[in-house]
Each structure stands twice: as C-alpha cells, then as structure tokens.
C-alpha cells in the first residue's frame, strides 16, 4: 500500500530564517508527489506537485521541493519565512495517476514568529 | 470568480438526526469528491463522482451517501449511521480523474451534540 510520512507534526521558525518541512513516501515506481497548503478553518490549496519532469520543482509563494529518488523524500523548503506561511502543510502522493488514489501525510503545522 | 462553495461552514446536529452539506462549483469540473478531515490526520476520502449521475466509495463511505444530479453538484449526507459524524468536511473536485490536483472548497464543520 502506498503511503507517505511527514516527519515533523510541528515545525516553529522566526520570520526571515529558511523552512524545511520534511516528507518520505513508500518506495515505488513513479510517484506523483503534491505539497498542499491549509490555512485555519480553510480548505487545501496546491502548493506544487512532482510528476516526473525535473526534480527539484518550483511552487507558489517562493516554496520549492526536491524529488529525491535515492532517499525517497520529498522535503518542502522555503529560503525565507513569512508570517502569511503559518498554516498547516500536507504532502499527498499518488501511485496511480488518479486523483480518487491520492494518501494525505498527517500534515505539518508551521508556525512563524518574530 | 470560479471556485466551489460549501455550506454551511458549520452546522450543529443531534445524534440520530441526518444532515446534509452542500458542495456547488462552477469551474466545470467532471470529477468531485467528499472527504473528512479530523485532528491529526490526513484527509479521508468519502465518495467521489467521475460523471452526473455516477459516484463511488472513497475508504470510508458507511453513513454516508451522497447524489450527483447535476455536474456542478455534489451533496453529501450524513447519516444518523455515522458512528462518530463530528469531523470538518471539505469538498473538492479536479478537472479530470487522471490528475491529483484537487479544488477545494472552505469546508464544513459538523458537531454533533
């Protein structure tokens, strides 16, 4: 069964300093990797997702994620921190192609100070 | 502005009576889904529906049902059968079932006193 793991069910950092938000999935041939967003009492935004083109993809809101086949990780990373990026942050995975197949992380909830 | 509205945000209910949310998009959009999100978790898939008048158990369909009459409406109701119904329900949909980007909706929070 496929699944995913997101490393951290906390992640706290001062505005300015960089983010990293840790997720490793099960190994397996060709994954489909998405970061979503989820701001309090909000629904799920795409941030940015991994199909198979270049590894290292760019998202919105200066997020980017490094598809790393050897270490099966699919870390989200930020240079900068703003206090807008306090949210709680999900990474899903799809083996299938088929967005009914979709396994959500548990999520990760960044939290920004000054 | 395209997108899909869910309501109500939140909606109280006793035990033993049924409840349903509505889900609505207007971004013509054939594949929607349900699903349930609690603390701690990843979200859940109730049901989804590919096309008008077809839709499929997601991983945790008992005590729900849902409809899907119109393309731009996807229904969820849930039951008095919901052993533990009190969850935030969020309803999504994509532009085709081979994709995993997912539209969301705000959401619906269910408390059952």
């Known amino acids: 069964a496929q699944s995913v793991t997101q490393l951290d069910s906390h992640v706290s950092v001062s505005e300015g300093t960089p983010v990293l938000l840790r997720c490793n999935y099960s190994?397996?041939?060709?994954?489909?990797l998405f970061w979503y967003v989820q701001h309090p009492n909000k629904g799920l935004q795409l941030l940015l997702k991994y199909t198979s083109a270049a590894t290292l993809v760019k998202g919105i809101n200066g997020f980017e994620a490094e598809f790393k086949k050897s270490e099966t990780s699919f870390h989200l990373t930020k240079p900068s921190a703003h206090m807008s990026d306090a949210a709680e942050y999900f990474c899903v995975v799809s083996y299938t192609g088929t967005a009914s197949k979709l396994t959500f992380g548990t999520g990760t909830r960044l939290q920004v100070t000054l | 502005d395209g997108g899909i509205t869910q309501s109500p945000k939140y909606l109280f209910r006793k035990e033993g009576q049924n409840v349903t949310l509505s889900c609505e998009q207007n971004?013509?959009?054939?594949?929607m889904y349900w699903y349930r999100q609690d603390p701690g978790q990843g979200l859940r898939l109730i049901y989804y529906s590919q096309i008008v008048n077809d839709f499929q158990k997601g991983d945790i369909a008992e005590g729900y049902s849902v409809s899907r009459e119109k393309k731009e409406s996807f229904p969820l109701t849930v039951t008095s059968a919901q052993k533990n119904p009190t969850a935030f329900y969020l309803c999504?949909?994509?532009?085709?079932?081979?994709?995993?980007?997912?539209?969301f909706g705000e959401g619906s929070r269910l408390t059952v006193l």
């Open positions: 999504a949909s994509s532009l085709g079932q081979t994709t995993g980007e997912l539209f």
């Open positions: 190994s397996s041939y060709s994954p489909s």
């Open positions: 971004l013509n959009h054939d594949a």
